[in-house]
């Protein structure tokens, strides 16, 4: 993996986090280098970073003390290391998605691929900005669709479009828009007399996931399965569902995802629930857990990547008490069970349709 940048004759050292065996991958692309070329000459303070994944614009632009809009804990731990890597100062100023920026003059934006949690982002520079505010979004030209093109125009007078280097290209954003109504960026899902909401962004926007309803249909959780550990959490429907079947049980929920954490917390009620907004299970307790359940990722941004399951599925093994179990839903197509089966010693297939397989693992 390519992770030398030569950027105005200084050399810099990215590393990507989590580490990858894809050598093809890297841990940053032309966007992030066209966003920098058009502000070389920008003169502008308070520069606002947003989905700066792994950090390469807080390396180049420490020295100008940016903020840094988090929306993974594994982001902040790969802006971190590459700090680190470059020996820069790792005193960053951090704010969620959903804090008030304060004041704000450049921003940095590499476009996510969630629409809404690009309007999350907009919505929040929309209130910090005036008439000097210049937002800099980049994104691959591929990417590109005409809804992200109004979802700027909905927040700023002036949306102007860069022309394209290396596949990459820019929308320049200034003149934010008068007299807006301030949506709430969430939506609402009507699930067996719950009403879930989560934040713009979350997984599965709008209605439960079939995958998950595959796994919630076949969901039995034993009266002695009482430390229940949710991982990729979401919204937090499975241990909703945990709660529901076993009152008695403290549940765990673990996302990588700050909104999607902020969101479970609004839907599952309780002393008996404690949220963590983590990328892997290296802090929990070893050998705790009676029963883990999750609907794991396989997608990063807009890479399908599996590799990030197989470390959770190593972290998974580490917490489940002797004789507990794993439960989890996945799509057929990703042939899980090869990877299972490195890692746990009973892997059996509990249920299957067209689509899904449901898998429980012991040991
Ligand atoms: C397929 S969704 C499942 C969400 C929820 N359990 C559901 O069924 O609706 C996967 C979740 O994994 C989270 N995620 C991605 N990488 C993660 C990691 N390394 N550790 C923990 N969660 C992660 C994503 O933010 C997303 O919420």
Not at 94 to 122: A, H, I, N, Q, R
Not at 311 to 329: A, D, M, P, T
């Amino acid at each position: 993996m390519d992770t030398k940048l030569l950027y105005n004759s200084k050399e810099y050292q990215l590393a990507r986090y989590p580490k990858t065996d894809d050598k093809s991958l890297r841990a940053w692309s032309s966007v992030e280098l066209l966003v920098l070329d058009y502000i070389t000459d920008k003169k502008q303070d308070n520069i606002h970073l947003f989905n700066d994944r792994f950090g390469i614009w807080n390396s180049v632009l420490s020295s100008k003390n940016p903020v840094t809009v988090w929306a993974y804990a594994s982001q902040k731990k790969a802006i971190v290391h590459n700090l680190e890597l470059n020996n820069l100062s790792i005193d960053i100023t951090y704010k969620t998605p959903l804090e008030d920026l304060g004041k704000v003059d450049l921003v940095l934006m590499k476009v996510p691929k969630s629409l809404e949690l690009f309007e999350v982002f907009l919505q929040q520079i929309h209130k910090s900005a005036d008439k000097q505010t210049e937002v800099v979004c980049g994104f691959m030209t591929k990417h590109f669709s005409a809804s992200f093109l109004k979802i700027a125009e909905r927040y700023f007078d002036e949306v102007e479009q860069s022309k394209a280097w290396k596949k990459a290209r820019l929308l320049i954003l200034k003149e934010p828009k008068k007299g807006i109504q301030y949506k709430e960026l969430t939506n609402e899902i009507d699930w067996n007399d719950n009403l879930l909401q989560q934040h713009y962004g979350v997984f599965s926007s709008g209605k439960i996931d079939v995958g998950t309803q595959f796994l919630l249909e076949n969901l039995q959780v034993q009266s002695d399965e009482l430390k229940v550990l949710d991982v990729a959490s979401g919204n937090g429907i499975l241990a909703i569902e945990t709660l529901r079947q076993n009152s008695n049980a403290q549940v765990t929920l673990v996302d990588d995802f700050n909104l999607a954490v902020a969101s479970s917390e609004m839907n599952v009620k309780g002393e008996n629930a404690q949220f963590i907004c983590e990328d892997n299970l290296d802090d929990l307790e070893k050998e705790s857990f009676d029963l883990v359940i999750s609907n794991p990722p396989f997608h990063f941004e807009h890479e399908n990547n599996i590799e990030v399951s197989v470390l959770l599925f190593k972290g998974v093994r580490s917490c489940l008490r002797k004789n507990g179990r794993f439960l989890l839903v996945a799509n057929s197509h990703l042939n899980y069970k090869t990877h299972l089966k490195q890692v746990f010693t009973e892997v059996k297939i509990v249920k299957s349709n067209s689509k899904f397989v449901i898998y429980e693992c012991r040991g």
